[in-house]
C-alpha cells in the first residue's frame, strides 16, 4: 500500500519567516494530495490540495508543489504568523477503484511560530 | 449544517470493558473511515465503509468492529478495550475523490 514520509517532524520559525515541509509517496497511482493543519485538542483541518493534473497551487500565504516524477509533494508557509503554530499533516491518495479515497497521512510536523 | 459529529468526546474504560464510537455526518457521503491519532504516528486508517451496509480493514483494525446500517452512521466498537487502545479517534467522510471532513475526536482512555 501507499507509504507517506513527512519531514522535518518539528520546525521553528520567526514570524515572517517562511516554513516549508515535504512529503514523499511511494505509490505511483496516488493522484490527490490535501494538506491538513490540526490546532491543540481540535480536528484536522484541510488548508489546501492539489491534484496530480496541478504541478502548483496557490492560496494567499499557502502554497503547495507537486513533482509527479519524483514523487514528493512540498508545503510552503510564506510572511508566518503565530496563529500558523499547529501540526500538520501531509496525505495521498489514489482514485477509487479499491482504494476507496483512503487518504494515507504522514507522520505530521509540529510549526512552532516564534513573535 | 453539522457535518461530522462524533460522541462521546471522551471517555475513560476499564480493561475488558465494552463501548461504541457513534459518528453521523449529514452530508450525504458515501465514504466513512475511522482513524486514531497516537503522539509521532500521525492518523492511522482503522476500518473505513464505501457505503450503507458494507465496512472494509485498514492499517490496525485488530480489537476493533464496526458497522454501517445506516448511510449517515459508522459505529466503531471495542469489545473488549485493552491499554493500547488509548487514543484519540476520528471519524472521517468523503464524497469519494476529494478531502476528507473529520470530526472534532473522541478521546479514549483505557485504565
Known amino acids: 500500500g501507499e507509504n507517506v514520509e513527512q519531514h522535518p517532524s518539528t520546525l521553528s520559525v520567526q514570524e515572517g519567516d517562511s516554513a516549508v515541509i515535504k512529503c514523499t509517496y511511494s505509490?505511483?497511482?496516488?493522484?490527490?494530495f490535501p494538506w491538513y493543519k490540526q490546532e491543540l485538542g481540535k480536528r484536522p483541518q484541510l488548508i489546501i490540495d492539489i491534484r496530480s493534473n496541478v504541478g502548483e497551487k496557490k492560496d494567499q500565504r499557502i502554497a503547495v508543489t507537486l513533482n509527479k516524477t519524483a514523487k514528493h509533494f512540498s508545503l510552503h508557509i510564506t510572511e508566518t504568523q503565530p496563529e500558523d503554530s499547529a501540526v500538520y499533516f501531509c496525505a495521498a491518495s489514489r482514485p477509487g477503484g479499491t482504494s476507496y479515497g483512503k487518504l494515507t497521512f504522514g507522520q505530521g510536523t509540529i510549526l512552532t511560530v516564534h513573535p | 449544517n453539522a457535518g461530522v459529529t462524533q460522541t462521546p468526546k471522551f471517555r475513560v474504560l476499564k480493561t475488558g470493558q465494552s463501548m461504541t464510537l457513534l459518528c453521523a455526518q449529514d452530508m450525504n457521503h458515501e465514504y466513512m473511515y475511522w482513524y486514531r491519532q497516537d503522539p509521532g504516528m500521525g492518523l492511522r486508517l482503522i476500518h473505513y465503509?464505501?457505503?450503507?451496509?458494507?465496512?472494509a480493514k485498514g492499517e490496525v483494525p485488530d480489537g476493533y468492529n464496526v458497522s454501517r446500517l445506516k448511510k449517515q452512521n459508522f459505529l466503531l466498537g471495542l469489545e473488549s478495550a485493552a491499554p493500547s487502545q488509548t487514543s484519540v479517534y476520528f471519524c472521517?467522510?468523503?464524497?469519494?475523490f476529494g478531502p476528507g471532513y473529520f470530526g472534532e475526536g473522541s478521546w479514549l482512555t483505557v485504565v
Open positions: 465503509s464505501v457505503g450503507e451496509g458494507t465496512t
Open positions: 505509490d505511483s497511482a496516488s493522484n490527490y
Open positions: 472521517a467522510s468523503k464524497a469519494g
